[in-house]
């Protein structure tokens, strides 16, 4: 059976040999390769390089923090998590932080707080949320306030005579 199988192959090849294309019709080797997507879908995931997770996080950390993108210095990147530091504004000290993405989502979580529990993904309904799209080597990034809040709620300060 497998002989049958083999020899009718054999002949389908050797049928396809003297045929050629009809004009106008690119041969396989004339196709050009399509390239992979490079904008991010929440539809469609894509799975990130070293590199790329390097910048997106660089680029919404930056986005997050009110810093220049130069500003964010990666420490490295251990698994789909990295991990970057920044001078702080007001003292020059250092501010730390990691880094993933999930989907379309930048998502980031402070290091060396005084509170434990405040070292925690910013991934909670209360929380802004901070998108990415790849647009070949441009990193776009966009941030939405919590569906509950406008982020003015926590900065406004009581109106004179109040």
Request: proline share 10%; net charge negative; aromatic share 4%.
């Amino acid at each position: 059976m497998r002989a049958v199988a083999v020899i009718a192959l054999i002949g389908l090849s050797l049928a396809a040999c003297g045929e050629s294309a009809p004009a106008g019709v690119p041969v396989p080797s004339e196709v050009a390769p399509v390239p992979p997507p490079v904008a991010t879908n929440p539809a469609m995931p894509m799975v990130l390089t070293a590199d790329q997770l390097r910048r997106v996080c660089q680029t919404g950390l930056a986005a997050i923090h009110g810093q220049t993108v130069a500003d964010i210095q990666i420490d490295g990147v251990e698994g789909r998590i990295v991990s970057a530091w920044w001078r702080a504004p007001v003292d020059g000290g250092r501010r730390r932080a990691q880094c993933r993405v999930d989907g379309d989502r930048v998502v980031w979580k402070p290091l060396e707080r005084l509170t434990p529990r405040e070292n925690r993904w910013m991934d909670q309904a209360g929380d802004p949320v901070t998108r990415f799209v790849l647009d070949g080597e441009t990193v776009r990034v966009n941030q939405t306030p919590p569906d509950d809040a406008t982020g003015l709620a926590d900065s406004a300060e009581p109106a004179a005579g109040e």
